[in-house]
């Protein structure tokens, strides 16, 4: 059950329906399911963008669902500290908490509902990790972390650290009350979210009871990709079955319609997706491991920047 929820969806602003005949509903062009696999010192993740064309995701790059598990005492497990330039990452716990540290001087405990953004731009090493307290406790942990792209003209920005608060995100209703819309960032139907990426985009947490379903408007510049966190439901106007740890590519178009099925098994008791979109860079993209780069000869760049220790230093104090 993500940490930010209310108890009355129909107290919150409610978002404008959508016209059905003045708008073009998006058609899913592909579904696909995330791979199991393990970060870092070998917490559980999602590989939610695994075989799905860069082209399609731009300017997303990769997506991890981290959990949902629950860990017993002692379980818990981070990151070592590790590198990062050419993007920024967007980490959005929705249950537990996470310390981050930076060699900027970033840093601080991401804990239920809050999001963190880091701009790595030039270069940044940076640590995620539980604090004591989880460790010795466990407890459960489930989050989302997104990679951001930089167009060239920003792959070496300043790097830049912000923490939102998990009650400063935009709440939201469906007409009928039967979907809660959080907006970690960017804008859905004229209310903003909090946390700004270099890069435009839009990032909306959806919560659906069983048997509801609510449409959205998009913006037509977007892209538009749709990933079940947990339930069963359908995505598009033409209800294309979806669910937990599938994602959804959306054709062109100026709106989304997810529903949940009417039936939800007892693990995951309301359908919950994200909804996500952003202004294509269009520029070609080399990666490997924890840079992303125009061409291969930046990223060869970037391990050599890192070995010779140009894109940071620990901080002291909080040595690995
Ligand atoms: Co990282």
């Known amino acids: 059950m993500p940490a930010v929820t209310v108890e009355n969806p129909l107290l919150l602003p409610r978002i404008t329906p959508v016209d059905p005949t003045a ?25 939610a963008f695994a075989g799905v064309d860069l082209r399609a995701l731009d300017p997303f790059i990769h997506m991890d669902q981290m959990g949902e598990v629950e860990y017993g005492a002692g379980e818990p497990k981070g990151t070592p500290w590790h590198p990062h330039r050419g993007f920024e990452t967007v980490t959005y716990m929705i249950d537990g908490e996470m310390a981050h540290q930076d060699s900027n001087g970033g840093g601080g405990l991401i804990t239920n509902g809050d999001t963190q953004w880091m701009t790595a ?26 990679w951001v792209n930089l167009p060239r003209s920003l792959k070496f920005a300043q790097p830049r650290y912000q923490d939102i608060r998990g009650s400063k995100v935009a709440l939201l209703s469906s007409d009928d009350g039967g979907a809660l819309l959080r907006v970690i960032a960017g804008d859905l139907d004229g209310h903003a979210g909090p946390g700004s990426t270099h890069t ?5 947490h959806a919560t659906l009871s069983p048997g509801a379903s609510v449409t959205v408007p998009w913006r037509p510049d977007f892209n538009a990709l749709v990933y079940v966190l947990g339930g ?3 995505v598009g106007s033409k209800q294309r079955p979806i669910r937990s740890g599938q994602l959804a590519v959306l054709e062109d178009g100026d709106s989304i319609t997810v529903a949940a099925d009417a039936k939800q098994d007892s693990r995951h008791p309301n359908f919950d997706v994200v909804l996500l979109g952003g202004q294509p860079i269009r520029e070609p993209v080399a990666m490997s491991g924890p840079f992303v780069m125009n061409t291969r000869a930046e990223v060869v760049q970037a391990f050599e920047d890192f070995r010779a220790g140009r894109l940071g230093s620990l901080p002291a104090a909080h040595g690995a």
């Not at 592909?30 to 870092?40: D, I, K, R």
Request: a negative charge.
């Open 232 to 234: 069963d439901g359908t």
């Open 23 to 47: 708008d073009r509903p998006r058609l899913v062009s592909s579904v696909t399911t995330a791979p199991q696999g393990y970060e870092g010192e070998g917490f559980p993740v999602r590989r």
């Open 200 to 204: 435009p985009i839009t990032i909306v």
């Open 121 to 146: 731009g030039g270069g940044i090493l940076h640590i995620e990790a539980p604090p004591e307290h989880i460790v010795a406790s466990g407890g459960l942990f489930h989050g989302l972390q997104l």
